[in-house]
T-cell receptor
Framework: SAVISQKPSRDICQRGTSLTIQCQVD?????MFWYRQQPGQSLTLIAT?????????ESGFVIDKFPISRPNLTFSTLTVSNMSPEDSSIYLC???????????????FGQGTRLTVV | DAKTTQPNSMESNEEEPVHLPCNHS???????IHWYRQLPSQGPEYVIH???SNVNNRMASLAIAEDRKSSTLILHRATLRDAAVYYC?????????????FGKGTLLTVNP
């Protein structure tokens, strides 16, 4: 199993500023993902964080707004840029596919970062 | 991604079994059936997954229809801690794509 820690757990930010969320996994994982969950809604995948290369974004999400880094197999960051109140949400990091790369292994999730933009 | 359909909500009494259904009529032969749940104010957690055969683990059982177009997550004795949103997700085998696409899920309420 893997334990995923996210920092910060919550933040209140001014519109127009940027926030970087950190995700640390306690073991190497093949894949890391970033999700957004708006209040009362399901999770929406933002992007796949690729080690050493540009992230792969889902439809509706762009790199300029959500730059992502993944320098190694245990760490990733998501930046929410030029924030507006519409960006208020919970952002979750996920990791899966352990060192052996088993295709059907489970995914692990952080507790999320609750972001409020005022 | 193949789509799943779940009831929006279900209710159960504590210590009774719960059967959570999921329809996935467009499932392909290479899709695994995964179940995750999300407790209040927490990230999702893995429950169980399977391909063709029924599966059991310490948390739950997964019953998969013979044609694989539906499945049922079984909680043998519901506890208050099992109150959560349960997500049924299809994930393709092959390549390196481990991403999970979440639907709306089923909100399970457990009554004391």
């Amino acid at each position: 199993s893997a334990v995923i820690s996210q920092k910060p757990s919550r933040d209140i930010c001014q519109r127009g500023t940027s926030l970087t969320i950190q995700c640390q996994v306690d073991s190497q994982v093949t894949m890391m993902f970033w999700y957004r969950q708006q209040p009362g809604q399901s999770l929406t995948l933002i992007a796949t964080a690729n080690q050493g290369s540009e992230a792969t974004y889902e439809s509706g999400f762009v790199i300029d707004k959500f730059p992502i880094s993944r320098p190694n197999l245990t760490f990733s960051t998501l930046t929410v840029s030029n924030m507006s109140p519409e960006d208020s949400s919970i952002y979750l990091c996920s990791g899966g596919g352990g060192g052996q790369g088993g295709i059907d292994t489970e995914a692990f999730f952080g507790q999320g970062t609750r972001l409020t933009v005022v | 991604d193949a789509k799943t359909t779940q009831p929006n909500s279900m209710e159960s009494n504590e210590e009774e079994p719960v059967h959570l259904p999921c329809n996935h009529s467009t499932i392909s032969g290479t899709d695994y059936i995964h179940w995750y749940r999300q407790l209040p104010s927490q990230g999702p957690e893995y429950v169980i997954h399977g391909l063709t055969s029924n599966v059991n683990n310490r948390m739950a059982s997964l019953a998969i229809a013979e044609d694989r177009k539906s499945s049922t997550l079984i909680l043998h004795r519901a506890t208050l801690r099992d109150a959560a949103v349960y997500y049924c997700i299809l994930r393709a085998v092959g390549g390196s794509n481990y991403k999970l696409t979440f639907g709306k899920g089923t909100l399970l309420t457990v009554n004391p």
